[in-house]
């Protein structure tokens, strides 16, 4: 009788404990596409990560799976980690949208946060950068920069995330340079480096001195190294070990703020469903350093668009602006809404070339 | 369109090179596989190689040294599966993922502090007139040693196999361990010999990508490498010039894709994506019509009381 109770205390106390422990600590989940140290997207990801674990100290739990493959697989995560007890699961790359919004579905109580996605449900709020700014800064550089007018884009999945960005920065450097040519190469993954290396290689080969990459891994600035006399951009990460030449500026992704203030309203039970599309001006996304191998009126042009971007002055997708097959989309001083940038699956006037469907 | 952008000299040059890791891996892998053993293990030792080897190029500033470190790390890590499958009696298949699986792992750990890093590079063979000529040139004489390694291995192992002694031998454990034993000849030290050398090819393997072919250090850069090595033995029915063909077709469509996709030709990116496993698979099954088969022992474990 007498071990019973004990037994019994004993449970009672150990499940205080851990309901306890459970309340003190707020449990936030990770699921990354690449590992930690690819150098670019999921490395950005995971400092912001780490800047959450900084902010709240003892009063959070991080957890993180890495290389987790776009699709089924994904789902399978993301429900191990709410049955573990996440209050928050950040699901960083667009593939993970449906396993999302399903695994959603099954955890009312879970918050989730889908990056760069458009679904979303009361339980499930998406966030996103604006990189397609990002891509206007570089494609003012590129233009300007290009000797041989042929400009390599080694673009990962034909989704409307990686269109704008091709949009954009053929825009932009149409606009400082008429003659410019983009050849763009689709390698069907976010990260696989000899892949990339060689998509860069090909594009080299066929004559473009400017690389422009919507993968993961810093491949293409090696590659670019080697061959010399081509400049690259840092592709969500600063990828500065690369400067001054190859990687002559960079695009920035900064999750770290968005990431503490989320976690900051599921503690506060301010947590609410959002769509959070933030660019240059709210800090999300950043130019890196643009090196001294740009000439000082390249720099200056860029930074300029840089900062009509950022205080809202100029929209990068500003008409007049025709899609590819010669119909008008924007006219004369219109710009583009969200809802058709969101859903871009169209390239704009002058670019060859179709998109895969 | 415009098909002229593709230069079809630098294009078979970099086909080669693309090619490379795969041939080197699956070269091993044949070696393995003749002498009766089952090693799914090869992503595993080619992304171990892949990091020492770079970190053994960095700390001491010689490519050389690190693609020995490559080997060297490849045949020590391939011990692991040794242990388990030759010493323990372990699945083989089973122990062959685990030995991928943990190679990731240690690989990632390994090279943290050598991520963002360049390596020395290695230079091109460089010969007086030859390098120089106007298209054998750059395909035939302008690589890095490391490339010509990897084809001299390939004649090296197929006149080992198909001459030797020693290659006899190999074959013999591999198609019927009980005989080969109840000759005199020893199973398990020929066995553990044959995965040490597979261990060594891939790590050499992995190096050349780490060193050569990209160059850099990131996690998981292998990207599935080891495993088309392994379905080119396959569907190379263990021959080493099929190898070498299917590696080169594999490597070759890969770039040819890429140079299309650059080109700007109107065949849908999918069909252009998929192309190099469909083309080397075709390949490959119209080749291996004949009658050679897998070793019959493959896969099979050996234990002398039986």
New interface residues.
């Given amino acids: 009788m007498k071990l019973t109770k004990l037994l019994t205390s004993a449970a009672m106390a150990l499940g205080l404990a851990t309901s306890a422990f459970a309340a003190d600590k707020t449990k936030v989940g990770f699921v990354f596409v690449?590992?930690?140290?690819?150098?670019g997207w999921t490395y950005e990801h995971n400092q912001g990560r780490l800047a959450v674990e900084e902010a709240f100290g003892d009063k959070v739990e991080t957890v993180y799976v890495e290389?987790v493959a776009e699709g089924p697989d994904s789902e399978r995560v993301m429900t191990q980690m709410a049955l573990e007890g996440a209050d928050l699961i950040f699901t960083t790359s667009f593939g993970y949208m449906d396993p999302t919004i399903n695994v959603a579905k099954k955890f009312p109580n879970v918050r989730f946060e889908h990056a760069t996605g458009y679904k979303t449900a009361p339980n499930v709020s998406t966030y996103s950068a604006r990189f397609y700014e990002g891509r206007a800064v570089q494609g003012t550089i590129a233009g300007h920069m290009t000797e041989s007018n042929i400009v390599?884009y080694i673009g990962s999945f034909?989704i409307p995330e990686v269109v704008r960005g091709i949009n954009s920065a053929y825009i932009h450097a149409k606009k400082v340079n008429p003659d410019v040519q983009f050849?763009?190469?689709?390698a069907?993954?976010w990260?696989?480096?000899?892949?990339e290396?060689?998509?860069a290689?090909?594009?080299i080969?066929?004559?473009?001195d400017v690389i422009l990459q919507h993968t993961d891994?810093?491949?293409p600035q090696?590659?670019a190294?080697?061959a010399g006399n081509v400049i690259t951009f840092g592709q969500a990460s600063d990828?500065s070990?690369y400067g001054p030449t190859p990687r002559v500026s960079s695009i920035i992704d900064d999750w770290a703020p968005y990431y503490v203030a989320r976690t900051q309203a599921v503690m506060d039970g301010s947590w609410e469903s959002a769509m959070t599309w933030d660019g240059i001006g709210a800090g999300m996304v950043g130019i890196g350093e643009i090196s001294d191998a740009v000439p000082a009126d390249v720099k200056e042009a860029a930074l300029a668009m840089k900062a009509s971007l950022a205080d809202g002055s100029y929209h990068a997708f500003t008409g007049p602006v025709n899609k590819q097959d010669g119909s008008a989309w924007l006219a004369d001083g219109e710009t583009a809404d969200d809802g058709t940038l969101a859903g871009m699956n169209f390239f704009v006037e002058g670019i060859?070339?179709?998109i895969?469907? | 369109m415009d098909l002229s952008?593709?230069?079809p000299v630098?294009?078979i040059a970099?086909l080669m090179v693309?090619a490379t890791?795969i041939l080197l891996a699956a070269i091993g892998e044949l070696v393995v596989e003749k002498s009766g053993v089952l090693n799914l293990g090869v992503e595993g030792m080619m992304i171990i190689g892949a990091v020492s080897g770079f970190a053994i190029a960095v700390e001491t500033g010689s490519p050389w040294l690190g693609f020995l470190a490559s080997a060297a790390a490849g045949a020590v890590f391939s011990l692991l599966f040794v242990l388990l499958t030759q010493v323990a009696q372990a699945n083989q298949v089973a122990s062959g993922l685990a030995l991928t699986l943990s190679g990731l792992g240690l690989s990632?750990l390994l090279?943290?502090s050598y991520?963002?890093?360049?390596p020395p590079?290695m230079g091109k063979l460089d010969i007086p007139l030859l390098s120089d000529l106007p298209v054998v040139g750059p395909i035939l004489f302008g690589h890095d040693p490391i490339l010509y390694l990897g084809i001299a291995l390939t004649a090296g192992v197929w006149a080992l196999l198909k001459y030797s002694r020693a290659g006899l031998v190999l074959r013999a454990v591999g198609e019927n361990h009980d005989a080969a034993h109840a000759l005199g000849y020893k199973v398990v030290r020929i066995r553990i010999l044959a995965i040490m050398f597979g261990g060594a090819c891939a790590g050499l393997g992995g190096a050349y990508?780490s060193l050569i072919?990209?160059?850099?250090w990131?996690?998981?850069?292998?990207?599935g490498?080891g495993w088309i090595a392994l379905a080119l033995v396959v569907f190379a029915s263990w021959k080493p010039w099929r190898a070498l063909l299917g590696g080169y077709l594999f490597g070759g469509v890969?770039?040819v894709q890429?140079?299309l996709?650059?080109?700007?030709v109107?065949i849908?990116?999918?069909y252009l994506?998929m192309s190099p496993y469909v083309i080397t698979i075709v390949v490959l099954v119209i080749l291996s019509a004949d009658k050679s088969s897998a070793p019959a022992a493959l896969g099979r474990n050996f234990h002398a009381s039986r």
């Fill in positions: 690449g590992p930690v140290g690819d150098g290389n390599g034909p050849k763009i190469v689709w069907f993954t990260f696989d480096p000899a892949k290396a060689d998509a290689k090909v594009l080969e066929q004559g473009a891994s810093t491949a090696a590659a190294q080697a990828m070990e060859e070339g179709d895969p469907q | 952008a593709i230069n630098l294009l970099s693309a890791p990632a090279g943290q991520v963002g890093i360049r590079q990508i072919r990209v160059p850099q990131t996690e998981g850069m292998t990207a490498v890969t770039v890429l140079n996709q650059a080109a700007g109107a849908p990116v999918e994506a």
